[in-house]
């Protein structure tokens, strides 16, 4: 940062220059009716001129927070960032830096419209591993001479704030000083929860059900109780050449008991339980449902270990008609980007998908490299709705007997 010099358009103050730690206004030349005067600017045209005539341009970095839509603004600029990208070559070929282009950073919560993208060299913010977590926690630890952290804390304070990027945690930090007088676990966790269910993509529960709630379905409990085994125990798997179950797809007709397999499975792997849907995901704006995908994906590998249901799933990435016909292939991209992110799950995932119908999903779905389990689940049987009669009805105080039988039948 010594190196160059650092401009942008700040609300409140206009065009300015980055100096001693803060933003300071520039005046400009503006030509009015009485002549020219300098006044401060909001125009990007104008700034981006007054910094061009400056001899030192080419160390010059101009920042775009933008607050409207990436779509919107690379329409109205893409004439100047194609033009800097085609000056930046020429001055590579010529070996001349001081013919280099102003440089350009922008940031955006939203992605970059495709058809700009080689403009640019884009740089997806990433949320933080847990030893850059427990780095900011020891920072935290130093400056206020062990106060804000209790040292047994840290690793609890640490998984609580995994999924977190480095502005959400040190802001969530600092509220928990101003709420708990410290940095709390429990404070962290709660609140990344909220903030998650607020954003409405994917939704964490603690699982609440227990195999013990689930009347029937004996086959799929007995295999997912022996996958347990084999998850908590993996150097045991391994000298067998066993390798645990960890993506799996329940298929079969609405109230059968998927949802409840999918949340006692995550209660016996004493895991958190990530929910969410394709249809979740999906967006208006273009390319909006890709991103959403790929930062489920992405709050998914950085909350791990974690239990993962994907609800709605034959219906949402069913085949059929392309989706260039229905949706301008928005479907068929998102359905990529759930393969992609499928396939660099970490181990420590456990992924459950329920569907309805097998025969509406797309071949490259069921391909033996996608899910190692694949479970059918039907209507219950005889014995089936005696055990689901036995269960709730053993939850109501009564003196009266039942007949189990009798029920089943009916």
Known sequence: SKLRQFYSIIPGIGFSKYVNNQWKPILVDMQTEEGTTQTVTYDLVVAYQWMKEQQDS???TFIHNLLS??????????????????????AFYKDDHSSFPIQHLVFSSEDCPKEYTSFFKIIESQVMSIEEIKEIIFHFNSVSDGLLVDKADVNDIAKAALGLSEFDFINLSLMSILSKSKIDSKYIYESKMKNIKQNGILEIIKPSVTFDNIGGLDNAKDIIN??????????EAEKFGIQPIRRMLMVGVPGTGKSAICEATASALNLDLARTGVSQVMNSFVGQSEANMRAVFGQIKAM????VWIDEFGRDLSGGASSSHVDGGTTDRVHGEF???????????????????????????LRADRFDKIMFVGLPSFVERESIFEIYLNSIKTDHSFDLSALASA
């Open 304 to 307: 791990a270990p974690l239990c």
């Open 69 to 90: 839509s990436s779509e919107s603004f690379m329409t109205m600029y893409a004439g100047l960032f194609a033009n800097s990208y085609m000056a930046y070559r020429e």
């Open 339 to 365: 393969l992609t992110g499928l396939q660099e799950l970490p181990e420590d995932v456990f992924l459950i998908c329920a569907a309805n119908q097998l025969e509406n999903l797309r071949p490259e779905m």
């Open 226 to 235: 022996r996958n347990v085994w084999l998850w908590n125990n993996p150097q």
């Open 58 to 60: 080419y160390n010059y």
